[in-house]
T-cell receptor, first 110, second 118 residues
Framework: SQQGEEDPQALSIQEGENATMNCSYK?????LQWYRQNSGRGLVHLIL?????REKHSGRLRVTLDTSKKSSSLLITASRAADTASYFC??????????FGTGTRLQVFP | GAVVSQHPSRVICKSGTSVKIECRSL??????MFWYRQFPKKSLMLMAT?????????EQGVEKDKFLINHASLTLSTLTVTSAHPEDSSFYIC??????????????FGPGTRLTVL
């Protein structure tokens, strides 16, 4: 399977703490994106990082990319209960297809 | 902008019936639409890619006669699950992309359709 893997599968933290999720993929990529999915809902695009970038920030989100290790991390700082959701990474190569990781279920307790 | 809708949001049907799910891009023209399937607490698996006016390209292992996809206009794609069985019960999500304007693989996702086959 081409599917990427994320770890941890599930993460529970208290409000105010930071949450780090990791994504590993198998092939060379053009871009890596992170998405958020609330239970039973569609996906919301969070951030994109290109293969020639190493780090990117957007608000409380920080994404890193290490193409030599074929891995990426998503850091959510100062988490809030509203951040509770599943988070997926998705990669693309030279086609339209997005290959999604297995996802991390984040639970933030108030 | 870049809103994608799906209809219905939830459907329950009897085994053997066919179900049609619509995916619409509301404020942009989608040259390409994608259909995904998601099992509970699992990731999204791409089923097929459809380009407006041409036949859909199905992923390996996805039966094209079972999952009929039509992308007749730049704002509408439909997925028909034919002769549905309980194992077809799943969450189906579509996404849309305008190849003419996006410089990377930017896809906008619909809210999903929960299909339950009894």
């Amino acid at each position: 399977s081409q599917q990427g893997e994320e770890d941890p599968q599930a993460l529970s933290i208290q409000e105010g703490e930071n949450a780090t999720m990791n994504c590993s993929y198998k092939t060379s990529i053009n871009n890596l994106q992170w998405y958020r999915q609330n239970s039973g809902r569609g996906l919301v695009h969070l951030i994109l990082i290109r293969s020639n970038e190493r780090e990117k920030h957007s608000g409380r989100l920080r994404v890193t990319l290490d193409t030599s290790k074929k891995s990426s991390s998503l850091l959510i700082t100062a988490s809030r209960a509203a951040d509770t959701a599943s988070y997926f990474c998705a990669t693309d190569r030279n086609t339209d297809k997005l290959i999604f990781g297995t996802g991390t279920r984040l639970q933030v307790f108030p | 902008g870049a809103v994608v809708s799906q209809h219905p949001s939830r459907v329950i049907c009897k085994s053997g019936t066919s179900v049609k799910i619509e995916c619409r891009s509301l404020d942009f023209q989608a040259t390409t639409m994608f259909w995904y399937r998601q099992f509970p607490k699992k990731s999204l698996m791409l089923m097929a890619t459809s380009n407006e006016g041409s036949k859909a390209t199905y992923e390996q292992g996805v039966e094209k006669d079972k999952f009929l996809i039509n992308h007749a206009s730049l704002t509408l794609s439909t997925l028909t699950v034919t002769s549905a069985h309980p194992e077809d019960s799943s969450f189906y999500i579509c996404s849309a992309r305008d190849l003419r304007t996006s410089d990377y693989n930017e896809q906008f996702f619909g809210p999903g359709t929960r299909l339950t086959v009894l």
